[in-house]
């Protein structure tokens, strides 16, 4: 079983580097490539010991370690600007319980509605599957934390200057030097697999099909708004773990349509522009004739 | 002729009690203000990560430029159908919307996380974002507001630009400035008047599309694909009763007869307006099937009932009355009840319709929050009483025969 793990990550992690090679060759922004990356977090292997948050903390230069004592999993954190990603427990339907340990951090969606949202266009989703958000560009205005469904971007408020918009950048670094994601790479239940989204999909239905009394049939983020690079296994329903309900549409998918509708190549604001001064013309020549009239 | 009403610089006292008091708002404002912009938006704001737009956004920003809507309404009245007959309200909203605009401007600033990056949208476009075409039309539409009032400032100040001292030399210059304004504007007025009917269209539909992206963190109650069409119609609709509103306070205030022949007229196309727009609500709500969550009685309905009523429902029937027209006070208790009902339908959409999926905290906007929103209304009031001692906006009953310069009445399109 072992062998066959390490095998496949192996696989992953080459094809990984193929595609991410291949993507800086970059097709249409809009248009998600099928070789994109993403990563699986199987709950039922994870035993909550947070090595994924220290690794994230050293691999992002923050200063904080995780405190040994797990007393604060089943607080429900959040990841926010001291921590890009959180595991949170959360108790399992097993008798006598035996707990679900839930990694949370940035989703890295298909069609991001903080990448649709942001008025600067300082988040982008990668071909390969990061979203990212550039600070060079950001003015700060949060709307990005507005169109997140799993409430994921964080801000630093006590901040004057230079504030900045925080979430997992999926190790883009470590991603560009040819490495896997830090949390990937410390997990030690390999609870994460990182890999072609494709193939990790065809992993997971491969795992329900061949546990399922271990799985709940359910690849978490396959399609859910529209599709995420981070992906979920569980044995309870994601409702209990605290996963937003969301449909199969993208989150930019309502507010894009309407928007390219009002715009659409500034026909409609040309011809209001038109129609306004072609009334203007006319109930001015009509108040010049009742004047002449009088 | 000469005995109508015409736009003239007041000359009423300026300092009263009630000004004394918007001046300590005003100061307590900006210095919160100011150190928000010292010490972060978390030292004087209740923000989080959870909440992360709140009381400036809903009412400085998105209730502000609804507010504001007069400038348009009355534009397309006044200057696009060409109603004469309107011209006395067509300068106190065009201050209005100018000042409007320039403190949701000042409130954006304050509000955003790197406010010297505001000029970013001017270079950085995102063609999906709804923020960044709100952004991009309040800009152009802010400018396009100074333009509108250049006139004013030509019309009071050619021929009569008397700088003193060191200044003097530049009274020259500057009265061929205003005068070559003047020429240029006379001719080309009407296409920044069209202009801004259009921008604000634009951005008034946009800044419904905004929290629909939102998705299911938005109440059901308000999330709907319409809501660019709801916040058109809310912001046409309140429109007049806010220049209705204005004119009565400012009557009062500077002791002049309220106008009630123009308003009166403004105030009948109110009903009509405000019943389009609560047909489209009421339409949307039965649709979606909405009225469901009316059942429970939680913050959400109440607010939307209290919404609905006080601020579409009962003002719609009291400006459909006749006798509510002629009243001074009843037309003044009807045109609140609008303003208060998009305010509300604001503060609602932005504020009480969000609720993040792992919320902990229950949002209350701060005292410093208040204190900001509070003290920039303060300053707009100061500065619109300050600008009507200056320039000719309020429309005043002339005593004498109205002089005959070239310069005495600028209306546009002519």
Redesign the interface.
């Known amino acids: 079983m072992e062998t066959r793990r390490d095998f496949l990550r192996t696989t992953l992690i080459t094809t990984a580097a193929a595609s991410v090679s291949e993507a800086a060759r970059a097709a249409p922004a809009r248009i998600p490539s099928t070789d994109r990356m993403g990563i699986l977090v199987d709950t039922t292997a994870c035993v909550g010991c947070r090595s994924c948050e220290a690794a994230c903390k050293r691999a992002h230069d923050y200063p904080n370690e995780p405190t040994a004592d797990n007393s604060t999993i089943p607080a429900r954190r959040r990841p926010g600007h001291d921590s890009l990603t959180v595991v949170n427990e959360y108790p399992g339907p097993e008798r006598p319980p035996r707990p679900t340990y839930v990694k949370v951090q940035c989703m890295h969606c298909d069609f991001p509605g903080c990448e649709s949202a942001c008025i600067v266009g300082a988040i982008s989703k990668k071909e390969s599957g990061p979203v990212l958000w550039d600070g060079d560009k950001c003015i700060g205005c949060r709307y990005c934390m507005v169109a997140c469904p799993f409430q994921i971007p964080s801000f630093e408020y006590e901040k004057a200057l230079k504030p900045e918009i925080e979430k997992c950048d999926f190790c883009i670094r470590r991603i560009d030097d040819g490495n896997v994601p830090a949390c990937v790479e410390v997990c030690p239940m390999e609870a994460l697999a990182y890999g072609r989204r494709a193939s990790l999909i065809e992993v997971a239905r491969e795992k329900i099909r061949n546990n399922p009394d271990r799985y709940n049939d359910h690849i978490y983020g396959e399609f859910e708004a529209g599709g995420t690079s981070w992906m979920y296994l569980a044995k309870a329903e994601f409702k209990e773990l605290e996963f937003p309900e969301l449909g199969r549409d993208p989150m930019p998918g309502t507010s894009e349509s309407i928007q390219h509708g009002i715009f659409a190549y500034f026909v409609p604001p040309v011809s209001l522009y038109a129609l306004l001064g072609g009334l203007m013309w006319i109930t001015k020549k009509r108040k010049e004739a009742e004047e002449m009239a009088e | 002729m000469n005995a109508s009403p015409r736009p003239t610089p007041l000359s009423t006292k300026f300092f009263t009690p009630g000004v004394m008091i918007l001046t300590l708002l005003a100061l307590n404002g900006v210095a919160v203000a100011v150190a928000r912009?010292?010490?972060?938006?978390?030292?004087v704001?209740n923000?989080?990560?959870?909440y992360?737009?709140g009381l400036w956004i809903g009412v400085d920003v998105a209730a502000g430029v609804a507010l504001a809507a007069g400038g348009f309404t009355s534009a397309?009245l006044g200057?696009?159908?060409?109603?004469?007959d309107y011209h006395a309200i067509v300068r106190p909203a065009l201050l209005t919307a100018m000042l409007g605009y320039t403190f949701v401007a000042l409130a954006v600033v304050i509000?955003?996380?790197?406010?010297y990056?505001?000029w970013?949208?001017l270079v950085?476009?995102?063609?999906?974002?709804?923020?960044?075409?709100v952004?991009l039309c309040v800009m152009i539409y802010m400018t396009v507001l100074y333009i509108e009032f250049l006139p004013i400032v030509t019309e009071r100040f050619v021929g009569r630009v008397r700088l003193k001292g060191v200044f003097s030399f530049i009274n020259r210059p500057l009265d061929t400035l205003l005068r070559i304004l003047d020429r240029l504007l006379d001719k080309t007025i009407?296409l920044f008047?069209?202009?801004g009917?259009?921008l604000s269209?634009?951005h008034q539909?946009?800044l419904g599309?905004?929290?629909?992206?939102?998705?299911?963190?938005m109440h059901p109650l308000w999330q709907t694909?319409i809501l660019?069409l709801l916040f058109l119609l809310s912001a046409v609709a309140v429109g007049f009763p806010m220049i209705i509103f204005e004119s009565l306070i400012a009557s009062r205030s500077f002791g002049l007869k309220p106008e009630m022949a123009v308003l009166s007229r403004l105030g009948r196309m109110v009903g009509p307006l405000l019943g389009i727009y609560l047909g489209f609500k009421i339409g949307d709500m039965f649709i979606r099937e909405t009225f469901v969550y009316l059942a429970d009685p939680t913050t959400e309905s109440v607010m939307f009932v209290l919404e609905v009523l006080l601020g579409v429902v009962i003002p719609l029937r009291m400006f459909l009355s006749p006798s509510v027209l002629r009243s001074p006070l009843w037309l003044f208790v009807a045109s609140s009840l609008v303003i208060l009902g998009v305010l509300l339908n604001r503060i609602n959409n932005f504020i009480i319709a969000?609720t993040?999926?792992?919320a902990s905290v229950v949002y209350y906007p701060s005292i410093g929050e208040i204190s900001v929103t509070v003290g920039f209304i303060s300053l707009l009031i100061l500065a619109y009483r300050f600008l009507t001692r200056i320039f000719p906006i309020v429309s005043v009953p002339q005593k004498s025969p109205a002089p005959t310069t070239k310069y005495a009445i600028r209306g546009s399109?002519q």
């Open positions: 912009l010292l010490f972060g938006i978390g030292a704001t923000l989080s990560d959870q992360p737009w397309a200057h696009v159908m060409n109603r004469e509000d955003i996380g790197r406010w990056y505001i970013h949208p950085m476009w995102n063609g999906n974002s709804a923020l960044f075409e952004g009407f008047i069209i202009a009917v259009v269209t634009l539909s946009s599309t905004l929290m629909i992206i939102a998705g299911p963190k694909p660019p969000y993040p999926p792992y399109f």
